[in-house]
């Protein structure tokens, strides 16, 4: 950390409050900066190391080891399918990556001589060939190479300390790269460096804005000879230089992409996993775990707004939901409702009987969410602090001082949520929010930040953790501050109420998040470049592993017009998390706020969502078993179309729905690019063949959502019940689809129910499978034959 923080901190300190708040907000500053230089090792002379030439293998379980001149390299392929090695010797754990101690090694799998000196480990999915000189080279089973890591280099601190270390990476000229968490510009990352380091931009993002709060070292890689996602298990600030290849470049050779990682320390050691985009983020869940199921009303409609200005404004805006005919499931509470913004307290005064608040709300379907930030008031007086203190649980400098820093309530304190103990603690103190009547919490702020740091962390680089025992410094606490905090909240409420499933949300974290809840944008800008980067950081998250998460309607900051509003609105209306909300220096979002003709477009898009719970339900029951996103790119069944790749302005809902937001004023009619097979119209029924581009309508009114022929969706019908919506096969096609019944809040899971469609005699024959037979127990309805459709 240097004098930038300090520029930094007197950036912001115009917009934190008065004149104290100011002051400690630049004497932070200068703290932390004193801090780094009392308490962390100068880097001097370096010197710089290669593997050198292969010596010696030795074979083991599912790999072996492979030692060089000035390293060795561990191999092993695990029963799962995916490829680990680490250099220096580094194996797999511990990882906060890693669900468990990770999967077994494939006893199948040999270590075993290749040509001119090298060794290789074949897998069922991939063959790893390591050269002589320490080049790693993935290769399909058919001998196509896919990615090849050249040999690295490390600089070492001649004094002793991390080394520092770089590995590149070659791919083939025509691959894509996405992934890298949440990132503002994609899906599809373009030639660029990206930093790996959680950071608050302070102010609303849209692309171009890099980094952001939830970074992951994780790669997925899509070419036309596969499909391979990376994982660089290392929470240390990195950065990710990449280059888009190019076919027949110069001479007419291929230029292949590049990707260079540099990382300030921590191991080198990775995963590879290879296969089609289903299969390499189902390897990816069963190595970093299941992702969290959230209860059914978390698939609904939230609404949050900054500064709720009471108990009655709450009821306010709930009975004029209602009055506008708006299903609403959720109302977020900000930190206003905090008594002097401390965590784990209430406003008294504005809200005298919050528990009897949450009680009335829920007699009409709607549950309250709470925001929780780490930061704690250094305060005596305050109940968490003072048992914090006495506990031992907040971080501590390289002194043995705790850590003080700036926020919302002044100077506070941070609990290691690196130590199990603390995690203990931590999570037992929602007792208090579930006593208010919470269902639901937002981690907010938990890179952690404060007004202090935008942009650097709010804790030294020198903060001292406990890291599950190893201990270490905030330069590798800091990227998975978030997903611990997120983890002890989840292992907290799993305790305090066993029998429901807890629901968590963050806008930080790292690879793994899943396993503990989902994941919020933060704050984008309003405008049409933030409802851009709204999709961009949904699709992103997905296929990182995290597929619960979404951005606030309208953005951040400003009043969007109208127009920008309702287009949001409709693609909110198909996201996992979908939120109304504002930031503290943005106006109203309520539909009715925008006019009769937003309103009436607006509650079209709620009622659809509504009807399409059911589906979201199973999404997230698929998500969970098979690690699969709910937004998925239009790419995900045909990795190797081109065409579709290069597509970043409609996704598939699944498997079933493909949607196409207006993401630009002024459009009525936008063009689309279809996958493979007959896709309809779900408001017109029309149908268009694919692959290829066709053109459709986007009046105000709805953005374009089109049904893959065969489709079996679950919806609910008029009256509430549960029906299933089946879209005709193309003639001389099948279809199919699968419905996961859902026991609500609490830990049942019932096995998906598969059902298949054909086109026999004229007719659309639809079938449970798996020895039901016969007419599902649904109420069915045929899409595609026409006007109206039909009933079976």
């Not at 002589?132 to 001998?143: F, I, K, L, N, Q």
Request: aromatic share 8%.
């Amino acid at each position: 950390m240097d004098g930038r923080d300090l520029v930094r901190s007197m950036r912001v300190v115009g917009s934190v409050g008065g004149a104290g708040r100011r002051l400690r907000t630049v004497r932070a500053a200068w703290r932390r900066r004193r801090a780094d230089a009392e308490g962390l090792p100068r880097r001097g002379a370096e010197r710089a190391r290669v593997p050198g030439l292969l010596r010696e293998a030795e074979p083991g379980p599912g790999g072996g080891t492979l030692r060089f001149d000035r390293s060795e390299l561990r191999m092993a392929v695990a029963v799962n399918g995916a490829v680990f090695w680490g250099w220096d010797g580094a194996g797999p754990e511990p990882s906060y990556g890693l669900a468990g101690h990770g999967p077994e090694p494939d006893p199948r799998a040999v270590l075993e001589p290749d040509k001119d000196g090298g060794w290789r480990v074949v897998a069922e999915r991939m063959t790893v060939v390591v050269s002589r000189e320490g080049a790693v080279e993935v290769r399909t089973p058919g001998g196509v190479t896919l990615r090849r890591d050249l040999p690295p280099r490390w600089w070492e601190p001649v004094d002793g300390g991390q080394a520092r270390w770089l590995q590149r990476s070659r791919v083939g000229a025509d691959a894509r790269f996405f992934g890298l968490g949440g990132r503002a510009s994609g899906p599809r990352l373009r030639d660029g460096v990206y930093r790996l380091w959680n950071t608050d931009p302070g102010r609303g993002f849209a692309p171009g804005d890099d980094p952001l709060h939830l970074t992951m070292p994780v790669q997925l890689v899509v070419a036309d000879a596969g499909a391979h996602l990376v994982f660089h298990d290392t929470s240390w600030d990195g950065t990710v230089t990449l280059r888009e290849g190019e076919e027949g470049a110069g001479s007419g050779h291929d230029r292949p992409g590049v990707c260079e990682l540099r990382m300030d320390g921590g191991p080198l050691r990775c995963w590879v996993m290879v296969g089609t985009p289903a299969r390499v983020l189902l390897t990816w869940a069963s190595l970093t775990g299941a992702a969290a199921l959230p209860p059914a009303w978390a698939l609904g409609h939230h609404h949050a707004r900054w500064g709720f200005g009471g108990e009655q404004e709450v009821r306010r805006i709930v009975a004029g939901h209602q009055e506008h005919g708006l299903p609403l499931d959720a109302v977020h509470l900000d930190v206003g409702h905090h008594d002097g913004h401390r965590v784990f307290t209430v406003d008294g005064d504005r809200y005298p009987k919050l528990p009897a608040l949450a009680e009335d709300l829920l007699r009409d379907g709607v549950r309250l969410v709470s925001v929780v930030g780490p930061a704690v008031p250094a305060e005596p007086g305050d109940a968490v602090y003072e048992t914090g203190v006495a506990r031992d649980v907040f971080v501590r400098d390289a002194a043995g001082r705790p850590v003080r820093g700036v926020s919302r309530p002044g100077e506070v304190v941070y609990p290691d949520f690196t130590h199990a103990r603390v995690r203990e603690w931590w999570g037992g103190l929602y007792a208090e929010r579930l006593a208010q009547g919470f269902a639901g919490f937002w981690h907010h702020m938990n890179e952690p930040t404060s007004f202090a740091a935008f942009g650097e962390p709010t804790l030294p680089r020198s903060s001292r953790h406990a890291l599950e025992g190893w201990g270490g410094d905030h330069r590798e606490a800091h990227n998975v501050y978030g997903l611990c905090m997120a983890r002890a909240a989840y292992e907290g409420l799993g305790r305090l109420a066993p029998g429901q499933r807890p629901f968590v949300f963050s806008r930080s974290g790292w690879a793994g998040l899943q396993r503990y809840g989902g994941a919020w944008a933060g704050d984008v800008a309003t405008g049409w470049p933030g409802l851009r980067a709204s999709l961009s950081l949904v699709l992103g998250l997905g296929l990182c592993g995290v597929p619960y998460s979404g951005a606030d309607v309208g953005g951040s900051d400003g009043s969007p017009s109208p127009e920008l509003y309702l287009r949001w609105f409709q693609l909110g209306a198909y996201l996992p998390l979908f939120r109304t909300g504002s930031g503290p220096r943005a106006g109203r979002r309520e539909p009715w706020a925008f006019g009769a003709d937003v309103l009436e477009h607006a509650r079209v898009a709620l009622l659809e969502r509504r009807r399409l719970l059911p589906y979201f339900v199973t999404l997230a029951h698929l998500a969970r078993r098979t690690g699969a996103p709910y937004v998925r790119p239009l790419w995900w069944g045909a990795p190797e179309d081109r065409a579709l790749r290069d597509c970043e302005d409609a996704f598939l809902l699944g498997d079933c729905l493909l949607v196409a937001p207006v993401l630009e004023p002024g459009v009525e009619r936008r063009a689309v690019r279809l996958p493979r097979g007959r896709w309809y119209d779900t408001v017109t029924e029309r149908a268009y063949e694919g692959p290829g581009r066709v053109v459709v309508d986007a009046p105000l009114s709805r953005i374009p959502v089109l049904a893959r022929a065969g489709a079996v969706i679950p919806v609910r019908d008029g009256d509430g019940g549960a029906a299933l919506e089946v879209w005709a096969p193309a003639p001389g096609r099948a279809g199919g689809g699968v419905v996961g019944p859902d026991a609500g809040d609490g830990w049942d899971e019932a096995e998906p129910v598969r059902y298949a469609v054909r086109r026999e005699d004229g007719r659309v024959v639809v079938e449970r499978e798996g020895g039901g037979g016969g007419v599902p127990p649904h109420r069915v309805r045929i899409r595609g034959l026409g006007e109206g459709g039909g009933q079976m």
